[in-house]
């Protein structure tokens, strides 16, 4: 029995399926400012059948940015932007959270004013981003090594949060999620392989697990947690980490994300990334630990999705490259049509083509 096609209920609304969109960086914002487009108005339109679309990363601050073209969300001009976004998801009948992001230090001195980013510590992520050379072609540039951040520095990016969750809601997204997941600035805090920080952040899993909860808590005062959901990947090597205690840590912040009752839990699994394959045994833990909404994402066909579903270690799927190229996924899901091949090359950067271009079956027939 299908239950990808029930509703869900949220603390914030009800999800009319549970086929939901996830975030994906797609490099397309308008230059210089990081403002959203109407193109990207357009793409989201497009995928408003989703139960809910989780937007691409969008960086709390411009420290935050650590790729070519992503959206943020602090200046006034960005909350503009966001609210056509958001208009043009609503009038289409969808509903879409906005993706807090900070990179830490995944990230390349020509998005910093020339300087490294920042981190827990000052130990460099071992891999590159991608930025733009001066004709504007996307080229791979390794990530220096960034500077620790100063004790005293980290109620400055709470509030950073915290300005941006009300941006968000003042730019009427339904909900926000704190991207806590895939090796970016939260999650250099909680790994052991990148804090070896010496203060209160640092050393002990709940110590590395402090400055997270206090974004979560820090948000959910600017908004509340029916509206905040957090994105975590307990297994991933994605973004240079190897965490001895990943799924440890994975638990404790369910556990501590559960008594703050927030409006969703959402796993990045890691094998979309080349991780190892998530078991069902951490699966039925994470269940025990958050009694709320669960949404899974990485790598999922429908056949995976029903099962983990019916299980009942998720509540919700969300898929990824798939509804970059098919904008009517849940319809195809439903009567179990054919999808369109992604065309991977035009993932990032560049305009309509292999953005707003791909058919969906009405269009196609
Ligand atoms: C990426 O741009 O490659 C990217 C961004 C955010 C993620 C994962 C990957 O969480």
Known sequence: MSTLHDPLSLPAFTAPNRVFMAPMTRMRADQPGDTATELMAEYYAQRAGAGLIVTEGTQISPEGKGYFATPGIYSAEQVVAWHRVTDAVHGAGGKIAAQLWHVGRVTHPDLQNGGPGVSASALPFDG??????????????????????????????VEDYRRATRNARDAAFDMVEIHGANGYLLQQFMSSSSNLRTD????????????????VDAVVDAWDAAHVGVRISPLIKFGGLDDADGLEMGLYIAERLNERNIGYLHLSEPDWAEGPVLDDDFRVKLREAFSGVIIAAGGYDAAKAERVLGSGWADAIAFGKSFIANPDLPTRLAIGAGLNPLRPELIYGGGRAGYTDYPTLERAA
């Open 128 to 157: 590159s981003t991608t930025i733009a050379d001066i004709d504007g072609n996307l080229v791979s540039a390794p990530c220096p090594t960034p500077r620790e951040l100063r004790t005293e520095e980290l109620p400055r990016i």
């Open 200 to 215: 209160e952040y640092g050393g002990s899993l709940e110590n590395r697990a402090r400055f997270p909860l206090e974004v």
